[in-house]
């Protein structure tokens, strides 16, 4: 089963708008990380951040964690018709089994 | 650019029927891992390994799904019999370590059991 919850699970916006996914979850984690995945494809790592981290950066990318509220959010900027993809948050759990716990991702599309 | 290389692409199969899978990971690249992803989820992993071991398959139906390693490299994952549930993308990745590290993934295998 996956653990905690993307949300929206579905997102429609404007070439050069900004989009904003969130991911939840319910252990302590060591980080967290997001991929992409194109329609049929494998997944694409974009950016992975640790637990003592608040917020990072990558190009258009933004994503900040809060550990407190057990939450994440993702932030891309200027959007473009070539972002159309999944995104998924991963989380690595601070002991026992240490592989990625994937949500159910969110599923942006870019109109040009 | 290294990739993870898997094959076949799709495969097509009755219920009933064995099937294999194959992954050839990033060179150098100690940890591997299966996932699988049902149509519209994220990946579940089925198996993670440490070179040639197997590290966690706890998630891994062991009375029809096997997996190997056994050189450290490559690895191969198989249903017998495939059932159609089985139906899903099944994806292979590998990591430089099992701590902290991002993953590598392949294009995946689309597997439809008929």
């Known amino acids: 089963s996956q653990q905690g919850e993307e949300d929206p699970q579905a997102l429609s916006i404007q070439e050069g708008e900004n989009a904003t996914m969130n991911c939840s979850y319910k252990?302590?984690?060591?980080?967290l990380q997001w991929y992409r995945q194109n329609s049929g494809r494998g997944l694409v790592h974009l950016i992975l951040?640790?637990?003592?981290?608040r917020e990072k950066h990558s190009g258009r990318l933004r994503v900040t964690l809060d550990t407190s509220k057990k939450s994440s959010s993702l932030l891309i900027t200027a959007s473009r018709a070539a972002d159309t993809a999944s995104y998924f948050c991963?989380?690595?759990?601070?002991?026992?089994?240490?592989?990625?716990?994937f949500g159910s991702g969110t599923r942006l599309q870019v109109q040009p | 650019e290294a990739e993870v290389a898997q094959s076949p692409r799709y495969k097509i199969t009755e219920k009933s029927q064995a099937v294999a899978f194959w992954c050839d990971p990033i060179?150098?690249?100690?940890?591997l891992y299966w996932y699988r992803q049902i149509l519209g989820q994220g990946p579940e992993l089925l198996v993670q390994?440490?070179?040639?071991?197997?590290?966690?398959d706890s998630q891994l139906p062991k009375d029809r799904f096997s997996a190997e390693r056994l050189k450290g490299v490559d690895s191969t994952l198989k249903i017998q019999p495939a059932e159609l549930g089985d139906s899903a993308m099944y994806l292979c990745a590998s990591s430089s370590g099992a701590l902290e590290y991002e993953q590598y993934f392949g294009p995946g295998t689309r597997l439809t059991v008929t």
């Open positions: 390994f440490q070179d040639e071991s197997v590290v966690d």
């Open positions: 252990t302590s984690i060591n980080n």
């Open positions: 951040i640790r637990s003592n981290e």
């Open positions: 991963a989380r690595q759990k601070v002991t026992g089994r240490r592989a990625l716990t």
């Open positions: 060179s150098g690249h100690a940890t």
